[in-house]
Structures are given as structure tokens and as C-alpha cells.
């Protein structure tokens, strides 16, 4: 649990130093403070340390000088445009070539309507099947309590809930929640925002959502109303029903996102089917018929990079990959033409193997073919041919060798079996141990050194044509790129699986000009491949160690001298072992902060603490996000330069989210490579005892520091502009009056005769009147019981 706080503002430009990052802070969520930001991190030494977030303010002291206020403003009018928006996206031609017409569009919108109404009625009547006999006086077992009539028996006794009082509670703070994890989770993209920001009632929401239309390629979920309901299986029956009469398949998408705009976009359109067919069909010929009803699509080829970082080929043993080939086939509908490898005889069959062994089956002969991952020649066909499926039999050899036209298929037969061995067991199990590590390490550095020149060389190239069109000059924007990393180390693992040596010359090679690693199905002895460390007891984490130079974790089979020790653990995986310090929650010390992290032990310098764990999200999704959480809260933590994403603790994350700013932090950040993947690691920078605070420092500059420190959310977003209200001018009206007959004094007569009015005196009472009632009061005046009295007037001022 934690309070809303408010993030760091994620800018489209990435940082320029290598494991720059950007983290989150957290902060009740009271009017009276001012929600702060996490910084984006710049890498100092290895990489740099930030997090968390800074104490509060109250409101009154976020007003700044007039020159600041209008720095802000100009940006906000910058960042919030008052522009009008599109609500749809145009058609994009995947799979066709070429528009439609208006007709054509409405063409299509009609079919829809149709096939979707149907299934609307079908959907219906079977709920209304199902109703039938479902209320039924038999069906309650609760009696009406005379609360209905014999024919209403559909009344149900309401349960009754008590209230429980605990004593001494006290009044719990408002918080907002997570989801717990341990680990970095896959985040899904989303193309949607799923509700319009509330960030104030002064808030121009039209801009502000103006804003986050640019961000979400579909808008803001509500925005655009479905034409109908809809639901994934009304759209399962729908698209089941629609595809086999599709002409346009761009078309149809489109069509379904501009009738549905808050289910996807055209691009998730064009992809939901298959998930629709797994969702809500058991049956495994159904599925594949129905998928065969986009045709029009090309499947994707399975990757290695969709499988576990640990991932080992089946065809794989030692340094081979091995398959089985059927040979001397007698049915000839088998044979693919002429020059087809079946029609070679048993003789010359026999003298094309030479020592290789043939084995019988059922309907002919096969045998078993090794080749040598480090084999040199042909290695695209090679690749095609022995890793193009998993299975240990090679089925389609015909239509592999058509598509490599410099030979016929019987010449690429004699290839494969010239290239092929047919090794001993032990000789596939030796081939399995690699050379000596002071072997493959030299040859890595010469690897590496290699990488560099060309990379300065591309460097030297890029700088001097910069320099040419800006008119700069080439030694001082050499010089400013000095300290800039000439070869990243941090990135995501792409294992390589395939035949031939590594490097941008194999395009079957994922590594291309970075490293392999030991989670490669590669040469076993690759010159690009990380021999790992080979590190005493004890000193692994230490400058000398070469894991702990490219700033990766060591790897169990990689790296075996400090892992297989019994006695000491390896201090430079924690992460991989999950070896975490014990931290509580409680209140920060800082005034106003909200939840702050607490070490629960005592830590020495250097010791590692934790990992900032959430979603793991691409760089697009990093930015959408970032555009909203500018305007609320924000957790992303950015990892390297890489463009490999961001890693979100907002909706899922552990302790480390509450970690807090201090401008003399005593933790930093480490970003490591961990089991192929970027992790961000917080590292104690000093001894602490138990019971400290954690912090984290920011490194924002001034104009940062004033917008996302001291400016509340509400003031760096567009505001209503109201107009000044004219002053209305009340009209009082005449109070009724009610008149006191005791206090009333009759006329006086004087000596001459003539008959003087004294001023009256009179007990009024007033009775307050509607001052927006339209017309006069009036009231009868009071009569003595001879008709003389005075006459009186209806108002009264």
C-alpha cells in the first residue's frame, strides 16, 4: 500500500550515458502538498544512483516569482496544444495493395452490421432459453413476507449485513495499492488509454485529453462509442463468419475498429483472431481450419528470443546439431522432378556414403547426418536444413533445395552428405568441453578490440558528417564524445542458434557485433562468446572481475570457480539468488513524504539491498505511459540507451517503490545483467544500522527541480479559462408589512377645530421576501371599528 505521489516526467529524449535511468517517489495524497517527481539518472562511474521521491510543500508556497509562472506557462502551452484531434486513424494497407472507396467502406460497415445483429438475436434468444423457468416460486428460499402477491413470488429476502465496531481504530490514511511481485513481469502494450485523467476541477480536460489522443494511437477508452455490443465471442462469431467472404482484408479491420473502437485498433484487429480460435475452440482440427481462414497471412517463424534465455535446441549434442534423412523411398509421387536425390540407386548411393552407415525402416533406408557448428561453407542452407523445425527427421528437403537455385536438389544432396559427419558418442560428448579459458578469453578480448575499431571508425564517420552539415568542428565534438562508451555491455540477451561463426557476415547470427554468451547454441568455442570469470573465492565483485567490468552477474555454468564453492557464496549474483536485505514500511522521517523504505538489519558500504522490480515495458509504451503519468504519478525507471524500455512499479512493484529522495542519499543504483536481462539493483553507499531510511538522490537540474518539485500537478496542466463574472445587481422587493392595532394613535383635534395627524406610531413586523420574485407586495392597512383609520401604503422603505 502507498499513497498517490507523483513521478518523474519521462521525456522523449534518452539519456545519453550508458545505464542512465529514471525512477519514482511517492507522496500522500493530501491537496495541501505538492506531488513531486522522480529524476531521469545519468550515469556517473559504472552507473549512476537515483530514486524516490522529496518532501512536500504547502500550496501557498508553491507561487514563484512572475518570471517562473511564466516559464511554466509557455510550456504548458507548448505541451498541451489547443489543436482539434482526429478520433480515427487512417486505413493502412498490410496485406493489400491500394485504397477504397466511400462506397466501399460503407459496403463493408453494412456486412458487419448484419453478420453482428445476427449473432446479437442468436445471443439473445439463448439467454432468454436459459431464463425460462429460472424465477419460479420453488426457485427462493425465502418466503415474500407479504412483501408481494401470490402472483409476484420473485421477491427475495434481503440479507441482512450487521456492523461490527472495533474499538480504539484509528482513522486509516487513504492509500493506493500494488500488486506485490518479486520479479520483473512482461507489460503489454497498450494502444488505448483506459480513462481521461482527473487531475482538478480547474483543469482544461480538452486539451489534456487533446494531449494523450498524440500519445494512444486509439484514443482514450468512451471517447468514441461502440455501434454495438460487443464481446470476445460475439467478435469470435462474427470474424468466423466474415472471413471467408473477405475480399479486402485492410478493409475489413478498419472497418471493425472504426464499429468498435474501444475493443483495438486495426493492427490488434488483424491479430485477435488466433486468440479468439484458441479462447473458445477445444478441438485441434477446428482450430487449424480456422485459422487457415486468414490466408492471407504469412506465419511468423518460431524464434529462440520467444523461449526461455536457457533455452537448448533438441537437436543440438556437443558441438553438432544431428538429423535423420529418409533415403531409397520407393513411392515415386514422393520424388519433387527429374534431379530429384530419391531416384538415386542403392550402388551409387552406397558410394556416395562411403564409411557412413545406413539404417533400415519401414518403407527404406535413412540415415543419421552431424554437422559441426563451426562448419564454414554453405551455412545458409545448412541453417535451413537443420534448423528450420524441431524435430529429429528432415521432411522437406525438396522444398528447402528449391529455394537455393544454384544447384538441383540431388546436388544439394551430395552437399549435405559431404559437409555431414557421423562422429562416435564419446567423440559428440568431447566435443562438448571447450579449449582452456585463458584460450577463449584471448580470444574474446581480440574479438572485442576488433568490434571497437570498427565502431570508432562508424563514430569518426557520424562525427565529421555532423560537423560538415552544423558547421562545428570535428576535434571538439570528438572530444565531447570521449567519455561516451564505444561498446554497450547492458542489453538484453538474443541468444544465436545456427551453424557457422558469428558475426554480422551469418545473418542467422542474433548476436551480430555484440557477445554471445553461454545461452548460445553456437560454436561452443566461438571467439565472441564470454568465457565468464574465473575469480578466487571472495573477490568476485571486485574491479578485477571481468563479469563485474561488462557489469554482469555470474552465470552458473559460465563462471566456475565461484559458484561451485561451498564454502562462500559468489558476491556478484544476488539477484540470480534472490539475496535480498530485510525491508520494512513505515512512515517517512521526511515531513510530508508519506511511505518511506526502512533497512531492517545492519549493512555494510557496498552491500547489495534489493532489486526495483515492475513491469518490464517496451520504449513506446515507456513513452505513452510517461505522457500520462506527467500529469499524476510516475514509477518508470529507465534502463540503457539501448532502447530497450522501462521497468513501471506503478501497478505491480516491491519495496524498493518506496524508496525516498535525499540530495546526500545513502543508496545508489546498479544496473546488471541478470540471466540475459537489464535489472536495476539498489546497493547500500555507505554503513547503516538498522532502522534507517533509504534514500536515493535526484539529479535534476534547476528547471526540473522547480516544475516537478514545487509546481503542484493541477498548475503544469492547461487551465479553464473562465470569464469574469459581471456583478448582478439585486432588486429588493417591498416587504410585507403586518400591523400592531395596540400601538396605533387616533388623530388629535386641536383648539381651532381643525383635526391634526400626529405620526403614527406603529409596531411593524417584517416578513423577508424571495428578492427574485417578480412584482410588488402589498397589504391591507389596518381600520378602526368605525372606518376611520388611517389609510396606509402597500410599501415599505
Given amino acids: 500500500m502507498e499513497e498517490e505521489t507523483s513521478r518523474p516526467k519521462r521525456t522523449s529524449k534518452r539519456p545519453e550515458r550508458l545505464g542512465s535511468v529514471e525512477s519514482a517517489v511517492e507522496e500522500p495524497t493530501s491537496s495541501s502538498r505538492v506531488e513531486t517527481k522522480k529524476p531521469s539518472r545519468s550515469r556517473t562511474e559504472s552507473v549512476s544512483s537515483t530514486s524516490s521521491k522529496a518532501s512536500s510543500t504547502t500550496r501557498k508556497r508553491q507561487r514563484r516569482p512572475s518570471n517562473v509562472t511564466t516559464s511554466i506557462a509557455n510550456r504548458i502551452d507548448e505541451e498541451f496544444p489547443d489543436a482539434p484531434f482526429e478520433l480515427f486513424r487512417e486505413m493502412v494497407n498490410k496485406f493489400t495493395q491500394g485504397g477504397c472507396s466511400a462506397r466501399q467502406r460503407d459496403a463493408e460497415e453494412k456486412r458487419i452490421a448484419e453478420k453482428h445483429t445476427a449473432n446479437l438475436a442468436a445471443k439473445e434468444a439463448i439467454i432468454q432459453e436459459e431464463l425460462k423457468g429460472l424465477f419460479t416460486s420453488d426457485s427462493y428460499p425465502y418466503p415474500s413476507d407479504g412483501e408481494g402477491t401470490d402472483s409476484d413470488s420473485s421477491f427475495i429476502r434481503p440479507h441482512v449485513f450487521k456492523k461490527i465496531t472495533v474499538e480504539n481504530a484509528s482513522e486509516p490514511r487513504m492509500m493506493q495499492f500494488f500488486e506485490p511481485i518479486a520479479e520483473n513481469v512482461p507489460g503489454d502494450d497498450e494502444y488505448q488509454l483506459w480513462n ?112 526461455p534465455i536457457d533455452y537448448k535446441h533438441p537437436c543440438s549434442h556437443g558441438n553438432y546439431f544431428m538429423k535423420s534423412m529418409e533415403l531409397l523411398v520407393e513411392n515415386d509421387q514422393e520424388r519433387c522432378g527429374d534431379n530429384c536425390y530419391k531416384w538415386i540407386s542403392e550402388g551409387d548411393l552406397k558410394i556416395m556414403l562411403g564409411t557412413k552407415r545406413l539404417s533400415t525402416i519401414e518403407n527404406g533406408k535413412e540415415i543419421t547426418l552431424y554437422v559441426d557448428k563451426s562448419c564454414s561453407s554453405q551455412n545458409a542452407f545448412l541453417n535451413k536444413v537443420m534448423l528450420s523445425d524441431e524435430g529429429d527427421l528432415i521432411r522437406n528437403f525438396c522444398e528447402i533445395a528449391r529455394g537455393f537455385r544454384q544447384k538441383t536438389c540431388e546436388g544439394w544432396f551430395k552437399t549435405l552428405l559431404a559437409l555431414s559427419e557421423q562422429p562416435t558418442a564419446r567423440t559428440v560428448e568431447a566435443s562438448g568441453i571447450p579449449i582452456s ?167 555494510e558500504k557496498d552491500d547489495f539491498l534489493g532489486e526495483y522490480v515492475g513491469e518490464h515495458i517496451s520504449e513506446e509504451e515507456s513513452e505513452r505511459r510517461g505522457k500520462y503519468y506527467d500529469l499524476r504519478t510516475s514509477y518508470l525507471f529507465n534502463l540503457t540507451n539501448g532502447g530497450i524500455g522501462s521497468i513501471d512499479a506503478g501497478r505491480a512493484g516491491n519495496a524498493m517503490r518506496f524508496i525516498n529522495h535525499n540530495r546526500k542519499p545513502n543508496c545508489k543504483t546498479r544496473l546488471c545483467l541478470v540471466r540475459g536481462k537489464v535489472c536495476i539493483g539498489i546497493v547500500a553507499a555507505q554503513r547503516m544500522k538498522a532502522g534507517t531510511e533509504l534514500s536515493l538522490s535526484y539529479n535534476y537540474d534547476a528547471d526540473k527541480e522547480e516544475r516537478f518539485f514545487n509546481v503542484a500537478p493541477e498548475d503544469r496542466c492547461p487551465m479553464v479559462k473562465e470569464e469574469p463574472v459581471k456583478p448582478y445587481r439585486t432588486k429588493f422587493k417591498k416587504e410585507k408589512t403586518t400591523w400592531n392595532y395596540q400601538e396605533f394613535v387616533p388623530p388629535m383635534a386641536t383648539s381651532s377645530g381643525r383635526t391634526v395627524r400626529r405620526s403614527a406610531q406603529f409596531g411593524v413586523k417584517l416578513e423577508p421576501m424571495d428578492y427574485f420574485e417578480e412584482g410588488p407586495s402589498t397589504s391591507d392597512g389596518p381600520s378602526t371599528s368605525d372606518g376611520a383609520g388611517p389609510s396606509c401604503s402597500n410599501s415599505y422603505n
Wanted: proline share 6%.
Fill in 437 to 603: 579459458h585463458r584460450t577463449r578469453m584471448s580470444n574474446f578480448q581480440k574479438g572485442v578490440a576488433n568490434i571497437k575499431k570498427v565502431l570508432e571508425r562508424k563514430r569518426n564517420e557520424e562525427l565529421e558528417r555532423r560537423a560538415l552539415e552544423e558547421n562545428e568542428d570535428f576535434a571538439t565534438l570528438k572530444r565531447q564524445m570521449k567519455d561516451e562508451p564505444l561498446l554497450e555491455t547492458l542489453f538484453p540477451l538474443k541468444p544465436c542458434c545456427h551453424i557457422g561463426p558469428c558475426g554480422k557476415n551469418n545473418p542467422d547470427c542474433n548476436c551480430c557485433d555484440v557477445f554471445c554468451s553461454i545461452y548460445c547454441g553456437c560454436d561452443i568455442n566461438c571467439g565472441q562468446k564470454f568465457p565468464g570469470c574465473v575469480c578466487k573465492v571472495g573477490l568476485c565483485g571486485s574491479a578485477s572481475c571481468p563479469c563485474q567490468k561488462l557489469g554482469w552477474e555470474c552465470i552458473d555454468g559460465q563462471c566456475q570457480t565461484c559458484l561451485n564453492n561451498d564454502e562462500k557464496e559468489c558476491r556478484n549474483n544476488p539477484m540470480t539468488r534472490k539475496k535480498f536485505k530485510s525491508i520494512k514500511i513505515a512512515t517517512s522521517l521526511i515531513p510530508g513524504a508519506g511511505n518511506g523504505a526502512f533497512i531492517d538489519e545492519d549493512v
Fill in 196 to 307: 481521461a485523467p482527473l487531475i482538478s476541477d480547474r483543469t482544461d480536460d480538452i486539451r489534456v485529453c487533446r494531449s494523450m489522443y498524440q500519445a494512444y494511437p486509439n484514443g482514450i477508452h468512451g471517447y468514441s462509442q461502440n455501434k454495438f455490443e460487443v464481446s470476445d465471442q460475439l467478435l469470435f462469431e462474427s470474424m468466423k463468419e466474415l472471413l471467408p467472404e473477405t475480399e479486402n482484408p485492410d478493409l475489413l479491420y478498419h472497418t471493425l475498429y472504426t464499429m468498435f473502437p474501444n475493443t483495438g485498433t486495426q493492427e490488434e484487429f488483424s491479430q485477435i483472431f488466433p486468440s479468439l480460435v484458441d479462447k473458445f475452440v477445444e478441438d485441434p482440427e477446428e482450430r487449424k481450419r480456422l485459422k487457415a481462414l486468414e490466408s492471407w497471412k504469412i506465419p511468423a517463424p518460431s524464434s529462440k528470443n520467444d523461449k
